[in-house]
């Protein structure tokens, strides 16, 4: 069984780039959540995504946008950087077929934005 | 707004004795709980939940204790051991939002041998 895998592990980016962050789902599982991680912070959801379709948003702006592809791997997009998006990205997956479920994350991408 | 808190940002436990990790919670909605343990570099892994409807659930060394009314839960691990240093974030969910899951900021929690 395969784990949540992330790619890149690190980035660094300077104000107003776009940076597009990609996450493979384990194996089985149908939903990828996307949630931001500042330093000494918990993880803030940013949005969800089931069937390719969004299923559900945290309180971040509309230049956070995402994708989910058939093999329910996903990407996040972020436009415009500002330097507090430098965070710790994680992505998460589980089974929607469950309600209450145990994500399981991904080891992070690092963004740094100067 | 923070609406899971964990106000400990650190906890130092010799190996052996109990571990007892807080959280508060301010949304009278939530109705499902869980502990995650994250190491450097590496994502959360999940550790163990809980739901409302229940006040303790136990998964070996584990125990997660709820008290709805005073709106805090508790993670106890006994014995502590050095392996079990590690971040430790609590998590909340609700039904109006299905999966999203509300973190608190963490409690980093060393064991000494």
């Known amino acids: 069984e395969t784990g949540v895998t992330q790619s890149p592990t690190h980035l660094i980016k300077t104000r107003g780039q776009q940076v597009t962050l990609r996450c493979s789902s384990q194996s089985g599982h149908n939903t990828v959540s996307w949630y931001q991680q500042a330093l000494g912070q918990g993880p803030q959801f940013i949005f969800q995504y089931y069937r390719e379709e969004e299923n559900g948003r945290g309180n971040f702006p509309p230049r956070f946008s995402g994708l989910q592809f058939p093999n329910y791997s996903s990407e996040l997009n972020v436009n415009a950087l500002e330097l507090d998006d430098s965070a710790l990205y994680l992505c998460?997956?589980?089974?929607?077929?469950?309600?209450?479920?145990?994500?399981?994350f991904g080891p992070g991408t690092r963004l740094t934005v100067l | 707004d923070q609406q899971v808190k964990q106000n400990s940002p650190s906890l130092s436990v010799q190996e052996g004795r109990i571990s007892i990790l807080n959280c508060d919670y301010t949304n009278s909605m939530f109705d499902y709980f869980l502990w995650y343990k994250k190491y450097p570099a590496e994502g959360p892994t999940f550790l163990i939940s809980?739901?409302?409807?229940?006040d303790k659930n136990e998964d070996g060394r584990f125990t997660v204790f709820l008290n709805k009314s005073a709106k805090h839960l508790s993670l106890h691990i006994v014995p502590s051991q050095p392996g079990d240093s590690a971040v430790y974030f609590c998590a909340a969910s609700h039904p109006n939002t299905g999966n999203q899951f509300y973190f608190g900021t963490g409690t980093s929690l060393t064991v000494i041998p």
């Open positions: 809980i739901s409302s409807i229940k």
């Open positions: 998460a997956s589980s089974d929607y077929g469950s309600f209450y479920n145990e994500q399981f």
